[in-house]
């Protein structure tokens, strides 16, 4: 049965309802949690963007949000008895997917749980999808939790560079 569970987070709603699927699986099982973020280019570029006209560095601001994320979702799985360790990826080498597979890789992971916004058609093809592309060059078995309708609508108005959502 699976013991080494990798779950890339994002701080997206369905990236969380990835991480609630892998702490109940990894409680049935007795697996550990390895949970990933990753900082690529396309984040890097979008927070320039977001953060015009604020001193300071642009990654620090990203590799802080990303640690936030990364403890937030190590303290809930702790609170399922979950053991949970953590890895920011931030060496900007590939995409995100070809990121999440070499850490699965090194790690020896036996399952990735990852969350996916389900777009299909035209909204597909233009955003992309990591975890399709993950799901398909991944060398283990992969579990794609997907967000219900209200959440996929609710990320895709409200998402900032940084994966978070912005209040209405």
Known sequence: MYQRILVPVD???????????????????????????????LSFALSMDAYAGYAGSWLEELRGNARKLLEDGRAMAAQEGVETDVVLLDSFRGTVH?????EAQSWKADLIVIGTHGR????????????EHILRMSPVPVLLVRAPESAKTEHERFALPSGELASQ
């Not at 035209?122 to 990591?130: A, D, E, L, P």
């Open 120 to 131: 299909r058609g035209i909204g597909r093809w233009v955003m992309g999808s990591s975890a």
């Open 11 to 41: 701080g997206s709603s369905t990236a969380s309802r990835g991480l609630v699927e892998a702490t109940h699986l990894a409680k049935l099982t007795g697996a550990r949690l390895r949970l990933a973020h990753v900082i690529d280019e």
């Open 98 to 102: 070809d990121q999440v597979i070499a």
